[in-house]
């Protein structure tokens, strides 16, 4: 019941807020449905069902993290969302509050599904959900950033479902024709074909990576996430990423079954460090902060990606690194929001000041700089030393060296526009005359810094059992 229910309840509100007549009270959808969901999703958390096989929704652990990823994330950018439309009554926001919950509901049936296409149409779903999200603001730049969105995920779901089809074609000798579920996939194992194993996850790679935003494949990321408003930037930082990241997972599985892992994983290191040198070259001369924030999500899918190719505990530190990322883009995203607004401005040329003009907001915005960059005592912290450990246990010391070394200059980057942007005299005459802060829009950017600093200080054991299972089904191990 619980698994239809993450799906059915954000698709209901989504219909009704299409047809619902009042815009005033119209965002009131957002957090009634997300929080639905998230006491659904509670229940799955403490009580994961068991793996149904040959079940086209059934919810093993992998999917279990982004269910539970996602709608923690949507809760607190839809409570958010009610100050923030609010706050923008000049615009109609029907299709934003319909569009974010359509989002909510194609991202819980990419946790569910173990029908790779299924999956497929699924990620599609959220593709096109955000689109309107991104454009929500209406200016040439956010009509451009929204087609450049549209065109390079075009592209890499086209991509993805190339890769999808040779994983059929990869069980073609089967007795029982084409696969295209996981279990079946999972089942033949050794006796899928390699060449067309090895394509698929090539090409799964290049069109979910490039939904990721790994480099080089991250040119749409700074345009979107630089002209979405801050409650859609933290969907997609946060929501949207996690599903292309399970659809790269599944792929991987695949691999693993079919004793192909080895070949999988140099190209996973290779686009994890191709990603963190991007990320530093950029952040270290970049004068927009949201864009900043942008570049961040390209280091921090690098080094999903690099735990997962360096194997062992490094697999278990990108599944937590892929919590604590979530919880520290809500943050900075929502945060960044409330600056921008109260300056009407996003460069660091004109946004300086920050605490005296938006005091509570700049300072979680500088809490959640340094907590992104992985400073203690912090959760991210937790996840790249034990990335970093892994990678040295592995015997790969080149790559610990040059990801400590990358880790280095994105903190400089980061901290050093964080800085800019918060001290200072604020403009005598700032272009924009909004506050940008109340009791909402910085409640849950707060929560989301308690969390963040709660997991670095302690992590519960049953969220250790999560996390232990879902690097299982990998291949990977508990530290």
Known sequence: MELLGIILVPLAASLAALAWPDAKSR???????????????LRLVAA?????????????????????????????????????????????????VACTLFMLSASSVVAVTRHLGLMWVAMEATTLAAAPLIHFQHSDRSLEATWKYLIMGGIGIGLALLGT??????GAGNPEGYALHLDDLLALGPRLSVPWVKGAFVFILVGYGLKMGLSPLHSWKPDAYGEAPGMAGAALSAILTGCSF????????????AGQVEFVRDLLVFMGLLSLLTAALFMLSQKDFKRLLAYSSVEHMGLLVLGLGIGGTGIFAALLHFVNNG????????????????YGDKTLNHVHGALRRVPVSATLFLVGAFAITGSPPFGLFISEFLLLTSAAGAGRWAVALSVAGLLGVIFIGMAGAAL?????????????????????????PAAFAVALLALGLYIPPWL??????????LGGTRP
């Open 48 to 96: 994961p069902p068991a793996a149904a096989y040959g079940a086209w929704l059934s919810l093993d652990a992998l999917g279990l993290l982004l269910l539970a990823v996602s709608s923690l994330v949507s809760l607190g950018c839809n409570i958010y969302g009610v100050a923030y439309l609010r706050g923008h009554s000049e615009r109609d926001n029907r299709f934003f």
């Open 27 to 41: 965002p009131l959808l957002l957090p009634a449905a997300a929080g639905v969901h998230t006491l659904l999703t």
């Open 165 to 170: 089809y040779f994983l059929a074609l990869a």
């Open 327 to 342: 919880l520290g883009k809500g943050l900075l995203f929502l945060t960044a929001g409330n600056i921008h607004r109260a």
């Open 464 to 473: 250790m059992d999560r996390l232990g299972a879902a690097a299982a089904l």
């Open 246 to 257: 399970l659809g790269l997972l599944r792929a991987y599985q695949v691999c693993l079954a």
């Open 420 to 444: 800019s942007v918060a001290q200072g005299e604020p403009p005598a005459k700032p272009l924009c005359q909004e506050q940008g802060e109340s009791l909402l829009t910085t409640m849950v």
